[in-house]
Structure formats: structure tokens, C-alpha cells
């Protein structure tokens, strides 16, 4: 029996976290995150955070998850004309 090479077997995964980092689900997730960040009327506000400050970190991280999903979109769109060369690369080799 053949062990795995340790290798090959670390380059896939870096290039499978790269490709998922990449992906439209990635920048989704990371948008997810910054409006998850944004502050809450509940939450704690040391004295000496202004009001204004809250509402700059508020309308930064929406920025930010805005520009994730719009990387989003671009990846999607990327992603499915990748999974349309690839199928056509797949039935050029299967005729």
C-alpha cells in the first residue's frame, strides 16, 4: 500500500483554500462577518466612544460588506463561466 505524498497532498489544500478563500460562498461568508461586527444598540459602549464614532464603524463595516458582496456577484459570475469551460472541456474529450 502507497502512502500519501505530504507534499502533494499540502499544495492541494493550499490551493483548495485559495480556490474556497476565492469563491462567491467565501466573500459571502466574509460579508456575513463585517455586518455581524457592526455595533448593536445591546451592546456594551466604553464612555469614551461617541455616538458618532458608533455610526462610523457602523457605516465602514457595511461598506465593507458591501464590497464583499459585490465581489460576490463578480465571483459567481466567474465560478459559472469557469463550470461552463470545463464542461465543455469535459464533452470535447468524452466525443
Known sequence: M?????????????????????????WIHRAELYEWARPRPEDFVPAHVTPEERQERWNRLTELANACRARAALAWHSEAELRDALEDEVRGHAA
Open 2 to 26: 502507497r502512502t500519501p505524498d505530504n507534499g502533494h497532498h499540502f499544495a492541494y489544500r493550499v490551493i483548495q483554500d485559495a480556490w474556497d478563500d476565492a469563491s462567491a460562498a467565501g
